[in-house]
């Protein structure tokens, strides 16, 4: 064999050992890693809510209620945690919903009463008095008034010259209960209608509206925007008031306060 064609049979061989040890070592390398995000799962605690929107005066259930997963760092004071009240569904069964509840919403004790019949009396909180008043349409913001809304109570009456005269003798009062009776129409649809409103007030508020009631031709609710919710609610007429608390008594002839007498009863003529 001639020195050149032994040369190049020498090179050719070298390069196929070359070639084998690269391929073997391309085909032996790992494929890259892929990171992977570990998330950790935030710590929750069964909450109780609402199983649906609930209104004042509802009485709860178990079908009502549920347990909820709630973020524990979420936890605030007032929130029923399945951990410090398992039984608390059992335990809550026919209390009364005193400030709406709606879906999903835990469930706090400052929104709830006790489940006794009393559910006015529950409804109440203390210090205040559930006083009632005649409503219709025209007197009741055309038949808007509803449970928890607010309204001005404005009366109207005829003087001794005979002119009609209108004051604000109470201020954004809650409404706590409407009573709703079923009226049939010439028309044969049925409406809904509030003959009486249950107002919760102040002893001296409804004091004042029980002087109103005998002195005015006409009580009307206005119904007031729920951005006001927020806004003094004890305002009232306090020329109404007998003499702050005493013995004095408001004489009432023909719808005016004509004077004052130390007794123990109101005397309208």
């Known amino acids: 064999m001639k020195p050149a064609r032994l040369l190049i049979l020498m090179v050719a061989v070298v390069a196929a050992g070359l070639a084998g040890v690269l391929a073997m070592r391309l085909s032996g390398t790992s494929a890259p890693q892929i990171a992977q995000t570990i998330i950790e799962k935030q710590p929750s605690v069964s909450v109780l809510v609402s199983s649906a929107n609930l209104p004042v005066g509802s009485r709860l259930d178990q079908e009502k209620l549920r347990w909820l997963p709630w973020p524990k760092d979420g936890i605030v004071e007032g929130f029923i945690t399945q951990d410090a009240r398992p039984e608390a569904i059992t335990e809550l069964n026919g209390m009364v919903v005193r400030l709406p509840l709606f879906e999903g919403e835990p469930v706090r004790g400052e929104k709830i009463a006790d489940s006794s019949n009393r559910i006015m009396s529950s409804l109440l909180p203390a210090g205040k008095r559930a006083v009632a008043t005649d409503i219709s349409v025209a007197t009741g913001a055309g038949g808007f008034v509803l449970p928890n809304d607010r309204v001005d109570v404005i009366m109207v009456r005829r003087s001794d010259e005979g002119r009609f005269l209108t004051e604000e003798v109470l201020t954004n009062i809650r409404v706590l209960a409407v009573d709703q009776q079923i009226q049939e129409s010439a028309e044969g649809t049925k409406t809904v209608l509030g003959t009486t409103a249950t107002l919760e ?69």
Do not use: C, F, W
């Open 201 to 269: 007030l102040t002893l001296d508020q409804a004091k004042v509206i029980v002087v109103a009631q005998q002195m005015a031709d006409r009580l009307t609710l206005a119904l007031r925007s729920v951005a006001d919710a927020q806004e003094p609610d004890t305002i009232a007429a306090d020329y109404l008031l007998n003499g702050g608390g005493k013995a004095e008594v408001q004489v009432i002839k023909s719808g005016s306060i004509v004077g004052s007498q130390q007794n123990n009863s109101t005397h309208t003529q």
